[in-house]
């Protein structure tokens, strides 16, 4: 258990350099970050070190774009659902949830509509998990 919270403690202090990091940088600690999310060996809350509340700057922003697209592209629906449901359950992650909710009504799904590089069969699989997501950080099934 030590090493587990550890763990989450430097993969939060990673994403709080993100600002000084190269864009390669950012990419690698997204996919990286989606991975442990997925494996479940980290919450999903591992991102609030992500200030959210702002203007995201550009590393930031790569990465929270770059980590819900290998999130999404690796996780199962209900799994996804799960994870973003404890967001919308605890109350500390409301100024979280209602970002992210955001973030994904107003950004990630557009970035779907307009990717070039997505096959159609991809986009829509990502479309229905990032409904789900929002879903569960609306309270709704």
Known sequence: KQQKLSFIFAVSDQIKELPRMNARSAANLAQFTAALIVAKLVPFTVIKALDMGGKLNRNEALF??????????SVEIEDAYQQFLVLYMKPQYQAMRASLAMYIMKHFQ???LKAKNLAPEKAEGLK??????LNALNGTS
């Open 110 to 112: 557009r970035y779907i």
């Open 64 to 73: 929270l774009q770059m980590m819900l697209e290998q999130y999404f592209s």
């Open 128 to 133: 229905r998990k990032a409904a789900a997501a």
